[in-house]
């Protein structure tokens, strides 16, 4: 069996040190940074990056969507900021997670394993377009068009869209959204997928993504 390459990129050198021998006991190939000038070389070699925020050379998430055309891999994002603005600004940068410090390493092993089979998941899915009605969606190369316009959507945007798309005519509550959608249970506060659907609505009002009153969304089927 392959062994799985993760990445750490990470400033603190006493938070690295621990990190880098927990996450080499647990059986990963370890490549580590300890500021951006290294990742380029080294993001395309891994299948997951852990990765803090604040580097020697500024907020990661600059960088953090040209890092992703190199390889699309899941990435948990490190930080001591605790705002749910910040939480919220590092997913819709293209971040998969996020973990305020200080931290378990027990959580954080944890998550790289959820985020790893949901990822070998997803790569062994057939990436046939997903088509309702006008909209077309796909999930490879990550481009809606509806009625034969390219829509420019966020990350968090097209996986919700993708998600009710895909499962059209099916209703979900807030909570499975966000479990489904942004990746665990607990999140700041329900009102984030009632935003995300308003920009939905907006950018493609041919669209119907539906409210069921005291129940949650669904997409109609066309």
């Given at each position: ?41 080294l993001w395309p070699k891994a299948d997951l990056v852990v990765l803090d925020r604040q580097l ?167």
């Amino acid at each position: 069996m392959t062994q799985t390459t993760l990445l750490l990129i990470e400033d603190d050198a006493n938070l690295a040190d621990g990190l880098l021998a927990s996450l080499e006991q647990n059986g990963y190939n370890v490549l580590y940074a300890e500021n951006a000038t290294k990742v380029e070389a080294l993001w395309p070699k891994a299948d997951l990056v852990v990765l803090d925020r604040q580097l020697p050379e500024g907020d990661s998430l600059e960088w953090l969507e040209g890092w992703k055309k190199l390889k699309n891999v899941p990435v948990i994002m490190l930080t001591a900021m605790v705002s749910v603005r910040d939480r919220v600004g590092g997913l819709d940068s293209g971040a998969t997670d996020y973990m305020t410090k200080p931290f378990a390493e027990a959580e954080l092993l944890a998550r790289i394993r959820v985020h790893l089979r949901r990822n070998v998941t997803e790569e062994d899915t057939t990436q046939d377009d997903i088509v309702v009605g006008t909209l077309r969606i796909n999930s490879a190369t990550r481009s809606v068009i509806c009625s034969e316009s390219e829509v420019i959507l966020t990350r968090t945007e097209f996986d919700l869209l993708a998600f009710l798309a895909k499962n059209a005519g099916r209703v979900f509550t807030r909570d499975e959204l966000l479990d489904q959608v942004w990746g665990y249970n607990h999140y700041p506060t329900t009102r984030t997928v009632d935003t995300h659907v308003l920009q939905l609505r907006q950018k493609l009002p041919e669209i119907e993504i539906e409210t069921l009153r005291g129940v949650g969304y669904r997409m109609k089927m066309q």
